[in-house]
């Protein structure tokens, strides 16, 4: 069964960093990109970072690029989302997700397996 774990939410305060991390389980997905999206009360769920299956490429969303980072370690099936320079607007939940291919897909529909969610606030 295949498990998608999230963490390294919490509150945090504006201009401030926090990493979050995503253990996958159940198989490998190493060659699978893997992305990151959130959703804010209210609005839509949508994309904020990728990585494509051997961590050559990344894409991020305009309103993140420069702040955020992906990465991702094939050898512990996990993936990462620093966070630099949060903004109260960067505050939702957000997701952790596996391709349905080795790219970095901007797309709800490219994404096969999702976490259930880890909440990040950006207040003070």
């Known amino acids: 069964q295949v498990q998608l774990v999230e963490s390294g939410g919490g509150l945090v305060q504006p201009g401030g960093s926090v990493r979050l991390s995503c253990v996958a389980s159940?198989?490998?997905?190493?060659?699978?990109?893997m992305g990151w999206f959130r959703q804010a009360p209210g609005k839509e769920r949508e994309f904020v970072a990728g990585v494509s299956g051997y961590g050559v490429r990344t894409g991020y969303a305009d309103s993140v690029k420069g702040r955020f980072t992906i990465s991702r370690d094939n050898a512990k099936n996990t993936v990462y989302l620093q966070m630099n320079s949060l903004k109260p607007e960067d505050t939702a939940v957000y997701y952790c997700?596996?391709?349905?291919?080795?790219?970095?897909?901007?797309?709800?529909?490219?994404?096969?397996?999702w976490g259930q969610g880890t909440q990040v606030t950006v207040s003070s």
């Open positions: 159940g198989r490998t997905f190493s060659g699978y990109g």
């Open positions: 997700a596996v391709s349905q291919g080795s790219g970095t897909g901007r797309y709800i529909t490219d994404y096969l397996y």
